[in-house]
């Protein structure tokens, strides 16, 4: 099993449940830098992050301050292959 993986997809999964609810949302990849680094065991203990867990990634939720952009209608019936 690929831990990286599956945190990678859960975080998409909460992305895009944000968006279908309406709020804003943006994964964070710094998060494996700020507790990889040096301050890494700080930062674990400020936020009470039990032992033995790995943070691999964040998200920032928050109410758009912009109305979503809207795609334009797509064309019935027309395929297209690329080969």
């Keep these: 099993m690929d831990i990286e993986a599956d945190c990678a997809a859960a975080t998409r999964n909460i992305l895009l449940a944000a ?3 309406g709020l804003g949302a943006c994964w ?3 998060t494996l830098f700020a507790f990889t680094g040096e301050q890494g ?3 674990k203990q400020q936020l009470d ?3 033995g ?3 691999f990634s964040s998200v920032a939720l928050g109410y758009k301050k912009i ?3 809207k795609a334009p209608p797509r064309k ?3 395929i297209n292959y690329i080969k």
Excluded: G
């Design 28 to 30: 964070i990849n710094l």
């Design 19 to 21: 968006e279908s609810i």
């Design 76 to 78: 019935e019936n027309l």
């Design 41 to 43: 065991e700080q930062y």
């Design 53 to 55: 867990y790995k943070p």
């Design 67 to 69: 109305e979503t952009v």
């Design 49 to 51: 992050v039990p032992a």
